[in-house]
């Protein structure tokens, strides 16, 4: 059976990676352009791409998949099955209709939750309890196809981005094997979406990187970990850009102790080698690790000995 694989970032090597470990024929992989990426904006090929030729695979990277000769380039492999995994492009049906087996799709949500280009990100910061991984046919429409098999994977407390991300890209490749098997022998009945349970993952914006401290301090928490390590949370602090990279929800004891009457969102409740206590809409929050604009990211004892020296009690961020 020969396979088209279409991806682009980390998270999607481990599927392809997976299928070559399992000896299926990756006839092509398709993946998008090299960007210009860092200070020196130097021109960088995606991770599918790295891996592809690792194993000496042929590389398609067309600027739009819908253009009518990257349709015929695609075709031209003759797929028997099409496997995409945050390839990151509207893929036509031209395409998708094309192999034998269709076109299917790995998703790192428990759809229809969190359709869109940032599931993993808007799961935690929007305080989910749990995930997964969803594999389904494509279609034109946006993560809207039937689904094949789907897998459930807990959000625990301490979870960044970062951290779910690895989980969810090995959960997706273990699972896409287990899926094509039954998929081929047509063993497996593809369930309809409810679209009224349907929500959406946009990819994030500067404004959802932006720290409101008027929200209560888990909302801020899982905002910081949510965009942890990219694209980090910021605040604010002297007219600057402050990175907030980690932090802890402050303990009910420890709040009892400070002083918070007549404290406003924002305002440094206690300043130490340990963490930097803020006030938010509802309870505190403790920064852990930070980055000051223009500076490498730090932890806090270092942050309070150098450059925030002048961060003080009643100081206040976000102004």
């Known amino acids: 059976m020969r396979i088209v694989f279409m991806g682009t970032p980390d998270f999607s090597v481990p599927c392809l990676e997976k299928l070559i470990e399992e000896n299926y024929d990756v006839a092509g992989v398709v993946t998008q352009p090299d960007r210009p990426k860092g200070r020196k904006r130097e021109m960088t090929p995606p991770p599918v791409k790295i891996a592809a030729q690792k ?3 042929e590389v398609f990277q067309p600027e739009k998949i819908k253009d009518a000769d990257a349709v015929s380039r695609v075709l031209a492999w003759q797929p028997d099955l099409i496997v995409t995994a945050a390839y990151g492009q509207v893929i036509p049906s031209a395409i998708l209709d094309a192999p034998r087996y269709g076109c ?3 998703h790192a949500s428990l759809l229809p939750k969190y359709r869109g280009g940032a599931p993993i990100h808007r799961a935690i910061i929007e305080g989910e309890a749990e995930t997964g991984i969803t ?4 279609v034109e429409k946006l993560d809207a196809g039937d ?5 459930k994977v807990r959000i625990e407390e301490t979870d960044t981005v970062g951290t779910l991300h690895d989980k969810l890209s090995r959960v997706g490749a273990d699972l896409l094997i287990r899926t094509i098997p039954p998929l081929v022998r047509g063993e497996l009945t593809p369930i309809p979406q409810n679209e009224e349970e349907s929500t959406f993952a946009p990819n994030i914006r500067r404004e959802d990187e932006k720290i409101n401290w008027n929200r209560s301090a888990t909302e801020i928490y899982n905002q ?3 965009l942890n390590p990219w694209p980090v949370a910021f605040t604010s602090w002297q007219g600057k850009v402050l990175k907030i990279w980690e932090a802890e929800l402050t303990p009910s004891d420890v709040l009892a102790n400070l002083s918070v009457s007549g404290s406003k969102p924002g305002e440094i409740l206690s300043v130490s080698e340990e963490g930097i206590i803020v006030k938010t809409g509802e309870g505190a929050i403790t920064l852990k690790e930070l980055q000051p604009e223009g500076k490498r990211r730090m932890t806090v004892s270092d942050f309070v000995r150098g450059s925030g020296a002048q961060l003080t009690e009643n100081s206040k961020l976000g102004e």
């Open 55 to 57: 194993h000496g695979i």
């Open 104 to 106: 299917i799709n790995v």
């Open 135 to 138: 594999i389904m046919y494509m």
């Open 147 to 151: 689904i094949l098999t789907q897998e």
């Open 224 to 226: 910081i970990r949510g």
